[in-house]
């Protein structure tokens, strides 16, 4: 009960800054202040535009271009962002393809729900891999991305419910209890269980710090990759 006592209060703390916070630091130098972001927050532990290990260089910084949230290692990957912003993104979704890729549920597409050829299109979008049947569905994902996000979401909840390996434990808080109300979110093409709202919304903003908790027990059960 004491231990359950702590972490709550710690939980608390974290949630006040990261409403306090937005999830994230103040404006970058270099990047034009942006709309709120759209889909998952940054979750890799490496820096979106040079794969450096983040905190290695100080701390990170949090911005949101094109809608998108992304984490730099120092200010002169910001800068690149600022300069070929381009370049950064796509290198970004490259690291988030080979990522996903192994926790993706469908076999169809997300748009059509036709079968996906031996090489589907791979689109990443608000930080979130989708597969498509061809070139031609890309344009419908983009304009109904909501939707394709609601359909990913619990696409990847039931393939992965049943062999998730923490069912009774909440990796912001520790055991879920009975009178906890279980929330079975995704980030990054994985479900992660958490036991109430707010740590939902800590779990939501601030993924790189639970989610290789979950990938952890998951790999340990042999049920997940």
Known sequence: MIRRF????????ALQAVLLLGGCAAPTKGIEPAS???GDAYYLATCAACDTLLGTRGEALDVV??????RLCTQACADRLHSDPDAVHAFADARMKADQRPHYPLTTSIVSEAPLPPEPVDVVVG????????PDEVPKLLRDS?????????????????TYAMKGKCPVQGDILPSDTIIDLVVANRMI??????CEVVVRARPYQYLGMVDYA????GGQP
Do not use: E, G, M, Y
């Open 65 to 70: 271009h094109r809608r998108r949230s992304l």
């Open 218 to 221: 998951n790999r340990s059960s």
């Open 6 to 13: 702590l972490a709550c209060a710690a939980l608390q703390a």
């Open 127 to 134: 930080n979130r891999l989708f597969r498509v049947a061809t």
């Open 146 to 162: 909501a939707a394709a996000f609601r359909r990913l979401d619990q696409a990847v909840r039931t393939a992965q419910t049943p």
């Open 193 to 198: 269980r958490v036991c109430c709202r707010r």
């Open 36 to 38: 709120a972001p759209f």
